[in-house]
C-alpha cells in the first residue's frame, strides 16, 4: 500500500519508534556461540573480499599520511589493540591502525585521491589516469570504515566529497577521450564470433570452455554467475526448454528479483546446442559431480576459481586462433565480458522483430529505471522468444519453431537404462535431493543419442578428444536402440514449441502453399514427358507381344543379364582382408559399420596390429571414466565416418600393441599403476569376455574397487578434490 502517496521501502529514521523507553535486560551478555551466529548472519551484507579491498585502501591512505604528513598521520590515525584486531565484526584484516573518522581531514583526503588519479605517464609526458570506479572505491572505504568504527563524519565532508568525485568523473570521461585512461572495456563479441569460439573450444578438447561460452551466452550472464550455478538452479521448463535461476546477483545479493532464463536446444548446429553441451560435460564430470552439486568448481575451491579459469582460457583460446579472431574484435579487448555484451547485442538486432527490451533486460539482470522497474515485469511469453533469439535459431525461417530432440517415451526402459548408463553417479547422488535432476538429466541424453554421429565424428578426427568419455559413446548396441526413440515431433511430453512469434506461423503456412505450387508446377512441367513415356511403352508392349525384338527390348534383356552375372560373380568372391562378414550383416551405427577389431585388424608400418594407428588414450578420463574403458575398451571410427570399430579392453593392451614410444609410456606410468591397483580389490572377479560385463557390473566392480583403493592410499581421499582427479594424475600417488 502507497504511503503519502508514495510507494517503497522505509527506511530506519522514517517509521513510526519510540525511543524513550530502556531497552529490557540491556545489559545482559548474549552467549558466545549465539554472538558468532549473529556475527555470521549480518557478515553476510558484505563478502570478505570487498571487506579486505576496504580495508587495504584505508590502510594505503593512512600509510600515505605517514610519508606526506606525518603531523596528520600522528593526531588522525590511531593504534589498535589486540581485541579490536581479533574484532570480527569491526574486521580490521591485517591493519594495525585505523584513522579517526570523527573530524577527518576532507582536504586530505581529496589530496590523496589527486595523487593517485595519476596512474602513469606516457613516453610523450601525457598523464593516464586511474579509472574512476577506482578512485570512488576510496570513498567508499572510507565512509565504511566509519560505519564499522561507529564514528560520525560532518556534513562538510560529504559535501566537499560528493562534489570532487562527480568533478572528477567528469574529468576521467574528458580524459577518455583523449586516450589518457587506462581502462578497456571488452569488445563485444558477436553473434559470427560466438560461433568460432564454440567451434574453436570443440576442437581444441576444451569441452570447459564450450560448455561455460554458451553458459554466459543463453543466460547473458557474468562469469562469476555461472561460476556458482549447481543443480538447484535449473530445471526443466514448460515444454521445449531448460529454466535457469540464480541464486543471486551482483545487484541482488538476497535473490529477491532474480528472474526464470528459459534456454533452448539448437537441433541444427550441433557446436552451438546447449543442451548437448550441457549432457556431455554432466557426462564427463560424474566423479566429481557424485559429491557436489555445483557444475563447475572443483570440490574443495572457493567460488569464483571457475570463472577465473575460464577467462583465462577463452584469451588464450581467441589468442591462438588471433589472424581469424582479430577481423571480428580488437584481440587486446576479448574478455568474457563480451559474450555478455555480445548477447544482448544479439538478442536486439538479429530480427527487425527482436523481443521486448523489458525481456532483455530482465535477462540480463539490468535495470530500466527505478519507475519503469516497478511497472514493467518478466513475462513468460517474452523471456521464450528471447531464449530461441540466443539459440542462434534463424527467427525468419520456419525452423525457429523446431523442437529439441526428445523422448518418443521418456519411461521407457531403455531410456532409464541409458540415464544410468550415462549419468549413473549423478542420478543416484542426486535423485533423492530436493533438486532431483532426472528429468533434466533425461532431456540432456536425448540431444546426446541425437548428435551422436557428430560426437563421433568428432572423436574420428581427435583420437584423444574428452568425447570418448561419453558413456553412452561406447555402447553401441544400447545407442542404436535409444536413437529409434528420439524424436524432434511433437507428442504428449514436449507437446509444443514455445516462444514462436506469430510470423514464423504464417511462414509454416506459406511454406506449406509453396510446397503445393512446387508439386503443381512439376505435375505439369512433366505432363508432355509422360505422355511421350506412356506411347514409348505401348509400342514396346505391342512389339513383344507379337515376339518381335527393337532397340529398347533389347537393352532391357541385355542389362537384366549382366545384373545377374554380377550378382554370382560377388557370391563366389572372397574378400581375404575383410573378417567380419559382409557390411549388410553387420549393426549399422548412424551411417557407419560396426565391428569388433581382430588381433591383426589394422595394418601399418609394414605390421599387423590390434588398434588403429590413430589410437590415442583420452585426455581428460576420471578415474570412473578410465575404468569402464578399463574393462570394454572404447570405440574407433574411420576418418572416412564409414566403420567404426570397438578396440580391446585396456587392461589387455600391452607394450606390442602400442606403436609409439609415447604410448607405450602412458600406458605403463599413468594408467596402468591405478588400475592395475583396483583389480587387486578382493571379492573382484572380472568376467575374460567383454560381452559378459554389462553397465551394472561396471558401476558394482568401481565401487569395490574404489573402497580397496580407499583403503590403500586413503590420505589421497581425505582431500575433497579427489573425485575431480583426472586418470594422468593418479600415477604419482600410487
Known amino acids: 500500500m502507497a504511503r503519502g502517496g508514495r510507494g517503497g521501502r522505509l527506511h530506519a529514521h522514517q517509521r513510526d519508534v519510540d525511543d524513550s523507553v530502556d531497552i529490557i535486560n540491556a545489559d545482559i551478555i548474549i552467549d558466545a556461540e549465539h554472538a558468532d551466529d549473529i556475527i555470521a548472519t549480518e557478515q553476510s551484507a558484505m563478502n570478505d573480499k570487498t571487506r579486505k579491498e576496504y580495508r587495504n585502501r584505508i590502510q594505503r591512505y593512512y600509510k600515505w599520511l605517514e610519508v606526506n604528513y606525518p603531523q596528520a598521520y600522528n593526531d588522525g590515525t590511531r593504534e589498535l589493540s589486540a581485541e579490536e584486531r581479533n574484532d570480527k565484526v569491526k574486521f580490521h584484516h591485517t591493519n594495525k591502525r585505523d584513522l579517526i573518522y570523527r573530524g577527518l581531514n576532507v582536504g586530505l583526503v581529496k589530496a590523496y585521491l589527486s595523487a593517485k588519479k595519476h596512474k602513469s605517464t606516457t613516453a610523450d609526458g601525457h598523464t593516464i589516469l586511474a579509472s574512476f570506479s577506482d578512485i570512488k572505491k576510496y570513498y567508499d572505504a572510507i565512509k565504511w570504515g566509519a560505519l564499522r568504527a561507529e564514528q560520525q563524519l560532518t556534513s562538510s565532508f560529504y559535501q566537499q566529497m560528493d562534489v570532487f568525485i562527480k568533478s572528477y568523473q567528469k574529468e576521467h570521461k574528458q580524459a577518455q577521450k583523449e586516450g589518457r585512461t587506462d581502462e578497456q572495456d571488452c569488445d563485444p563479441i558477436t553473434s559470427t564470433l560466438f560461433r568460432l569460439i564454440c567451434m574453436w573450444a570443440v576442437e581444441d578438447m576444451n569441452i570447459f570452455v564450450w560448455v561455460f561460452s554458451l553458459c554466459m551466452w543463453h543466460l547473458m550472464a557474468r562469469s562469476i554467475s555461472v561460476d556458482s550455478l549447481s543443480f538447484h538452479n535449473i530445471k526443466p521448463g514448460t515444454s521445449d526448454s531448460i529454466k535457469f535461476k540464480y541464486d543471486e546477483t551482483k545487484a541482488d545479493k538476497t535473490g529477491e528479483f532474480t528472474q526464470e532464463k528459459n534456454c533452448y536446444a539448437n537441433p541444427l548446429e550441433p557446436h552451438l546446442c546447449f543442451f548437448l553441451a550441457l549432457g556431455v560435460w554432466l557426462s564427463t564430470c560424474g566423479d566429481k559431480l557424485a559429491s557436489t552439486e555445483k557444475f563447475f568448481i572443483n570440490p574443495g575451491s572457493n567460488n569464483g576459481t571457475a570463472s577465473q579459469r575460464y577467462c583465462s582460457q577463452l584469451c ?34 538479429a530480427t527487425t522483430d527482436p523481443p521486448s527490451f523489458v525481456s532483455v533486460a530482465a535477462r540480463g539482470e539490468w535495470s530500466i529505471g527505478k519507475v519503469l522497474d516497478v511497472y514493467f515485469k518478466f513475462a513468460m511469453g517474452g523471456d521464450q522468444y528471447l531464449g530461441r533469439i540466443l539459440a542462434l535459431l534463424d527467427p525468419n525461417e520456419t525452423t525457429f519453431a523446431i523442437l529439441p530432440p526428445h523422448w518418443i517415451n521418456p519411461i521407457d526402459s531403455l531410456v532409464l537404462k541409458g540415464i544410468a548408463v550415462n549419468f549413473g553417479k549423478i542420478a543416484t547422488a542426486h535423485c533423492d535431493t530436493n533438486h532431483d535432476p532426472s528429468g533434466l538429466l533425461s532431456l540432456l541424453l536425448a540431444s546426446i543419442v541425437y548428435h551422436s554421429d557428430w560426437l563421433k565424428s568428432i572423436c574420428a578426427k581427435y583420437p584423444s578428444h574428452p568425447f570418448h568419455l561419453i558413456p553412452i559413446l561406447n555402447n553401441n548396441e544400447l545407442l542404436l536402440e535409444l536413437k529409434k526413440l528420439v524424436t524432434l515431433e511433437p507428442n504428449d511430453h514436449v507437446p509444443m514449441a514455445t516462444g514462436i512469434p506469430a510470423h514464423v506461423s504464417h511462414n509454416k503456412k506459406l511454406d506449406q502453399i509453396m510446397a503445393k505450387c512446387d508439386a503443381t508446377h512439376d ?34 534383356s541385355l542389362e537384366g543379364l549382366k545384373n545377374e552375372i554380377l550378382a554370382r560373380l560377388e557370391s563366389v568372391t572372397f574378400n581375404s582382408r575383410d573378417r567380419i562378414g559382409p557390411a549388410e550383416d553387420l549393426p549399422q551405427v548412424g551411417g557407419a559399420v560396426f565391428a569388433v577389431a581382430s588381433p591383426h585388424q589394422f595394418v601399418y608400418g609394414g605390421k599387423f596390429w590390434c588398434l588403429p594407428e590413430a589410437f590415442q588414450f583420452p585426455v581428460g578420463a576420471t578415474r570412473q571414466s578410465g575404468w569402464r574403458m578399463w574393462l570394454t575398451g572404447s570405440s574407433f571410427m574411420d576418418p572416412d565416418g564409414t566403420k567404426e570399430w570397438r578396440l580391446k579392453p585396456f587392461r589387455l593392451i600391452n607394450g606390442k600393441d602400442l606403436h609409439s614410444t609415447a604410448l607405450k609410456n602412458m600406458h605403463k606410468i599413468q594408467w596402468k599403476p591405478i588400475f592395475s591397483m583396483m583389480e587387486e580389490a578382493p571379492n573382484l572377479n572380472i568376467p575374460p ?41 593418479w600415477y604419482v600417488v600410487v
Request: no cysteine; aromatic share 8%.
Open 316 to 349: 588464450e583460446l581467441v589468442m591462438r586462433h588471433f589472424e581469424v579472431a582479430r577481423n571480428h574484435i580488437r584481440v587486446g579487448r576479448a574478455g568474457a565480458h563480451g559474450l555478455r555484451k555480445g548477447a544482448g547485442s544479439a538478442a536486439s538486432s
Open 523 to 556: 505435375m505439369v512441367s512433366g505432363f508432355k514427358d509422360d505422355i511421350r513415356t506412356h506411347i514409348f511403352q505401348a509400342v514396346d508392349e505391342k512389339v513383344a507381344g507379337e515376339g518381335g525384338v527393337n532397340h529398347s527390348i533389347l537393352q532391357v
Open 689 to 729: 569376455k567383454v560381452e559378459n560385463i554389462d553397465d551394472e557390473f561396471i558401476r558394482a566392480s568401481y565401487d569395490i574397487a574404489t573402497e580397496y583403493l580407499r583403503s590403500r592410499v586413503s590420505y589421497i581421499f581425505a582431500d575433497p578434490r579427489s573425485n575431480a582427479r583426472v586418470v594422468h594424475s
